[in-house]
């Protein structure tokens, strides 16, 4: 009977042991949860607001603006000659470090206007916004060129910003948001992405459809705006004033060793090519997913994804549908899959075959 009790008695404490270890962990658990939330604060709290953030933005792109157009204090003129149907042989003469290839559009007719979404400057891609600076031969890109593959790509790249351009502004003040990258990926893929890190304090959550569809609003309603992108060419240290982590690598891609500045409404981003001329050439757009991507320096990565049709080509609603359904699928980037590797290779590392 004493054995008995004295088993018993070990079996019960065990219980209590374990009961109380797992109160532990619990209690351990919350009080991380709570340090990182402050903690979360407290680094919220050391940044400038988003409104800060734009304004010196902004200001930095105004300024260099300035700053370029005030280099031609004279009047110069350039020649510019025509290239596409119809227009073979059709001279413009413009002028110099002012005028753009949408003012070259403007001097022909309102389709051209309306339907040009890209420029190419001696056979090199060139937003219509962005001034001449020298004597050239134009060609007006559209949506229904017989290779349409510049346009198609400066598209995917635009909604991709305007994607970036509705996250950043999509949350409350209290929550930050860091823009990653707009990835370049081919129009094949299904969908245009956009990595973005939010708030610690949001790492548990998953959006819903009403979630998405808010984000879809927010699109629709700067595409109803019909916003330009603005595009401003600088050097990396004027870039550095208004973006830190992210010049290097765009810089790099540049053969020139030059950043591409976009503004569009006071949103400022980088861009690794050329846009489009604005935001009302999109047509059907919407927000697909937010797929969580793991850990990062940066904190939990995600990638948001979405689907977009221009003006001048629609879809009917059942070949949407089907998109829609791929475009939720996760995009996967080269990064993405090295990641997936590595972590097959650490997880059967020590696995054995035989």
């Keep these: 009977c004493k ?4 088993v018993c008695g070990k079996k019960k ?4 042991c374990v009961a109380v270890g797992t109160v532990v962990k619990m209690a351990s658990r919350t009080v991380c949860r709570v340090f990182q939330r402050r903690f979360a604060s407290a680094v919220a709290a050391q940044r400038p607001s988003l409104a800060e953030v734009r304004s010196q933005r902004n200001a930095v792109f105004s300024r260099e603006q300035a700053r370029q157009r005030a280099l031609y204090p004279r009047i110069e003129k350039i020649e510019v000659s025509m290239q596409g149907p119809g227009l073979d042989g059709a001279l413009l003469v413009m002028n110099k470090g002012m005028s753009t290839p949408l003012s070259c559009a403007r001097h022909l007719t309102e389709h051209h206007v309306t339907n040009s979404a890209l420029a190419l400057v001696d056979g090199e ?10 004597s050239c031969s134009l060609t007006l890109l559209t949506f229904k060129d017989n290779d349409p593959t510049l346009v198609n790509e400066a598209y995917w790249r635009s909604c991709a910003a305007l994607l970036g351009q509705v996250l950043e502004t999509a949350f409350k003040d209290d929550y930050t948001v860091e823009l990653l990258s707009t990835r370049e990926v081919p129009v094949l893929s299904g969908a ?18 009403e979630s998405l569809r808010s984000l879809t609003r927010g699109a629709q309603q700067l595409i109803h705006q019909d916003l330009a992108w603005e595009p401003l060419e600088v050097a990396p240290s004027v870039a550095l004033e208004a973006f830190s982590h992210k010049v290097e690598q765009k810089a790099s891609q540049n053969p020139k ?17 050329p846009l489009v001329a604005r935001t009302g050439l999109c047509s059907q757009y919407e927000v697909t997913a937010l797929h969580s991507l793991g850990q990062g320096s940066w904190g939990l990565h995600r990638r948001a994804q979405g689907l977009s049709l221009p003006l001048q080509l629609q879809a009917h609603h059942t070949v949407w549908r089907k998109l829609r359904q791929r475009a939720e699928k996760l995009v996967r980037t080269a990064n993405v899959l090295q990641s997936n590797k590595n972590m097959f290779e650490k997880r059967t590392a020590n696995v054995s075959v035989f």
């Design 125 to 134: 891609p060139w937003p219509l916004h962005q001034p001449l600076t020298h």
């Design 3 to 6: 054995r008995h009790l004295s």
């Design 13 to 16: 404490n065990k219980k209590i």
């Design 257 to 273: 060793g030059t950043v591409m500045l976009y503004r569009c409404g006071d949103h400022v981003l980088l861009s690794g090519g």
């Design 192 to 209: 245009f992405c956009c990595d973005v890190v939010l708030d610690p304090q949001l790492d548990s959550w998953t959006p819903s459809e």
